[in-house]
């Protein structure tokens, strides 16, 4: 089957360098210190944030910094087939690397001695997971006002035939490489780069910057939600 | 046990250390360590040597049913075992925690999942039999850099690795045949994938400074790290950079081009080594195994001193020279340039620099580094610290001199 049709468009009409459609919200629940949900696509994931809080376990505390944990789990129903464990390997590698994105831009001198827990849920996944998780959480720790440095935002590229194409779907990136980046936009660094399945050297830079734009879309996206959020919520405190 | 934590002074002294351009095992900054790979008795048993880390891989072969989704495929698994044998901070039970996890995913991604090993040439009868093979993999000590010395062993061990014959009659019933009366099917690997692992050092906010195959100590002092797996052909079949540090997307393709030129190392190392052994086992009647092979620590570490005894401090001229020069990395250009400037960027080319050295290039500097006779880097340290805020511009500048004498250098 074709991924991209000979005019140039992927199966859902968009074009090689165009994102899916991301919707997003701040602000679900009231426990939680912080909460989010994003839609990128059919990518759906809700994220949670709790701390700065006293940490769980003493033996982890580090009086100069805070420790971030990060949990990640799917759904049963997720994906195609049906997940037997919600917390497997994968998942474990990848919560891992979540804390990771949030160690390198959470300011952690800040919160000495404490804790930032990030929930992170994948209600539906159809390609970009990680990336989907990391922008869900950044917002979320957003909502729950910890500090951080910028922005992150994340998105990811794969490669078919020759032509890299942006945001992937699963259908999309079975068949070529999924490299993943997430990006300080404002600071132009990255804090995080993961690649699976092979990709030649030749390729890799295309798709590293193509990633690297789309994190800066996001990146857009992100911010006037989150400027909307609190004209919003400016508005009607001062209505008060 | 838990491991005990690095004191406040052994962290300090091991980044300040890294900051001045020095390792605590005399290292170059991207300087591996030495690493020897052998075989045992069987085929497909492998040792590999990296340092003091050691790491056992053993691959075992089975016949088994195909999965339904891919019914004239082979399978293949691979396992790691972190045990409290390679350290003791290591629960046992061999769950391993995320430590497991992450090496577990690098290795599937870089064997597995690039698909250099043919599975198709695994299968006896489609949908009914084909062969499984296992890895496992067993740290015998752990020294840091596991995903390397893993990844290597477990390749040189699949490399090595040769299967029984079988026969299979006509109900379609499969015999596997000894090694006694039918000689054993070598498997067919197309391509090497080899696993370079970078430590990220930040001394101070946005500096970073790129070590290689670190060793336990530095990988409990490092801020982060990049992990790629790849193989000369061009391929990157695996690269994982969990965060922790903000890097720029030159440092990540820097140290991509130099996993490169390691992966061809290698590569050509593991492919001579595997060649070597199927060899001389073709001679022998009975293999030797490891028993002949395995160096003690104690053993390797005064090997180590006598050869550094021989290569860096034996051949120098004068007693003051010799602490000044393992630690410098390029400092022959600037003093030529500007003497007043030299501790300066003595400081700041180390972090721009560090990844255009090759270990020629070092030794290159060492020798200008000889004649110059530059002393003392480590001592002034905080001075310099000052003095580069106010020539910052001027250093730039320097830098980007330097850098294109490198460059060129690098040519040559």
Known sequence: MEIISPEGLRQDGRTPTCLRIIKCRLGLYDRPNGSAYIEMGNTKVLAAVYGPREVRSKNKQNL??????CEMSRIAACGGERVRRARDKRTRALSHQIAGVFHAAIRKSKYPGSQIDIYVQVLQEDGGVMSACVNASTLALIHAGVELLDYVTSCTASINKQTAILDATNMEGQAGCEVTVSLLPNKGSIVSL?????VHR???????????????QVYQELFSQVEAYLQDKHAIMSHR | MKETPLSTCERTALTDMVECGLRH?????LEARDTTISFGREYGSCSVILGETRVLAQVTCEVVEPRASRPSEGKLSIAVHLSPMAAPHLEPGGGGGSEVDALQQVLERNIKESRC????????????????????ITVLNHDGNLCDASNMAAVAALRHFHRPDVLVEEDGRVTVLSHATSPPVPTFMRKVPVCVSYALVCPQEDKCLVLMDPTHVEER???????????PHGD??????????????EQIMKCLEHAFRRAKIIAEMVQQAVE?????????DRPSGFRDKLVSDEEYKRQRFTHLMATKVLTLPTESTEAAVPMEEEPSAPEEQDPANETTTNVTATSTNGLVDTPDDLEESRTTAVIASVTKTCKNKKKKVKKTKDVKMESDSEEEQQQTLLTSQDLQ
């Open chain 2, 276 to 284: 070597d052994d199927l060899q001389t086992r073709a001679t022998e």
């Open chain 2, 221 to 231: 002092v490092m801020t982060g790290k990049l992990v790629a797996g790849l193989n």
């Open chain 1, 64 to 69: 100069d910094e805070c420790v971030i944990q």
């Open chain 2, 236 to 249: 990157i079949t695996s690269l994982v950079f969990p965060g922790r540090v903000a890097l720029k997307k």
């Open chain 1, 194 to 198: 993961d690649s699976s399945h092979t």
């Open chain 2, 117 to 136: 090993l043919d599975l198709e040439s695994l299968c006896i009868r489609a949908e009914e039999s084909v062969w499984q093979l296992r890895v496992d």
């Open chain 2, 25 to 29: 095992d005399r290292r170059g900054f």
């Open chain 1, 202 to 216: 030749d390729q890799f830079e295309a798709v590293m910057d193509l990633a690297t734009a789309g994190c800066q």
